[in-house]
């Protein structure tokens, strides 16, 4: 392994959730008598769920909470990207340590529990930490201070998570399988690259 402690993104990186959370998103519009493009709102949710509602919802009430209701039926059965566990497991065996910072709440945990990897992480920030959302590098600084982490790596599937890498001054990783390349220290389009 490169690096010895990974920073991780869950929704896009590890957990392959776009095309489920898309479909809640374009079901939750249609309730409301409302039609969008799945790829429209794919594209848009993988900017973030804000910019999403934004876009297509700004005029209903109470919408993010009844998406997020459907999405969350969608994510009791999580969908890992090939090549996750391995990679978790991987740096595990050779001495480092798996963090993850998800803008998610609590349900991460369910999450990763019942992806069978939760097992993996040193710690899990999400949304009930308080930190200010990335970019801001906040929680990325947290772990840094708090477990002194020196080779660390910030891995996500949005330019948000690597600027909030670059922002906390560690090397970073965009993964794409459509390897759509970014500003980052590295470009994968598959996880196993990392091995």
Known sequence: MIYKNYIWDLGG???DNYESSAHAFVVTLFRHGKIALHDEVYAALKVSTAHAVHTFANDIPGFLQEYKSLEAVSLEKPR????????????????????????RDHQVYSILETAGIA???????????????????????YLIHKYQLTNAVMIGDR????????????????????????EATRNIKSLRELL
């Open 13 to 15: 990186t590890l957990l």
């Open 119 to 141: 097992k993996y992480f040193t710690e899990v920030v999400t949304s009930d930490n308080g930190f200010p959302r990335k970019p801001s590098p906040d929680s990325i600084n």
């Open 80 to 103: 890992l990207f090939d090549g996750a566990q391995e990679v978790l497991a991987a740096v595990i065996r050779d001495g480092g340590c798996n963090f993850m910072i998800s803008h």
């Open 159 to 182: 330019p948000i998570d690597i600027e909030a890498g670059n922002a906390a001054h560690i090397s970073t990783v965009f993964f794409d399988p459509e390897l759509k390349e970014n």
